[in-house]
Nanobody, 121 residues
Framework: QVQLVESGGGLVQPGGSLRLSCETSKTIFNVNIMGWFRQAPGKSRDLVATIQSGGITNYADSVKGRFTISRGDAKNTVYLQMNSLKPEDTALYCC???????????????WGQGTQVTVSS
C-alpha cells in the first residue's frame, strides 16, 4: 500500500527556517490534495496548509505569511517551506494526502508518520 514519508524536521532557533518534504512510496495515478498537519504534545492535530489540484493553497492563520506549501514536479511530492519560525511552531508535522493509486480505485486519505520540528533557543 502507498505510504507518505516525511523528512526535513529538526531543531532550529527562533526566526530560523526549515523545509519539510513529503513523498509517496509509489507512483500515484491522481492526487486530489496534499497538505500538512501538526500536533504538539497534549494538543489536537491542526491543519497547517494544503495544496489542491491546480495549485490552490490554503493556510492556517497562525502560519500565513511565514509558511509556503508547494508541489514537486512529479506531483506526488509536497514541500513546506517554514520561515520565521516561532517556539509555538514546535510540533510533530504530518503529511496528509487524498489520492487515487490506480484508475480503478476510489480516492482515499493517507497519513505520514510525521517529522519533528522543534523551535528553541
Amino acid at each position: 500500500q502507498v505510504q507518505l514519508v516525511e523528512s526535513g524536521g529538526g531543531l532550529v532557533q527562533p526566526g530560523g527556517s526549515l523545509r519539510l518534504s513529503c513523498e509517496t512510496s509509489k507512483t500515484i495515478f491522481n492526487v486530489n490534495i496534499m497538505g500538512w498537519f501538526r500536533q504538539a504534545p497534549g494538543k489536537s492535530r491542526d491543519l497547517v496548509a494544503t495544496i489542491q489540484s491546480g495549485g490552490i493553497t490554503n493556510y492556517a492563520d497562525s502560519v500565513k505569511g511565514r509558511f509556503t506549501i508547494s508541489r514537486g514536479d512529479a506531483k506526488n511530492t509536497v514541500y513546506l517551506q517554514m520561515n520565521s519560525l516561532k517556539p509555538e511552531d514546535t510540533a510533530l508535522y504530518c503529511c496528509y494526502a487524498v489520492l487515487q493509486t490506480e484508475p480503478t480505485m476510489a480516492p482515499a486519505a493517507y497519513w505520514g508518520q510525521g517529522t519533528q520540528v522543534t523551535v528553541s533557543s
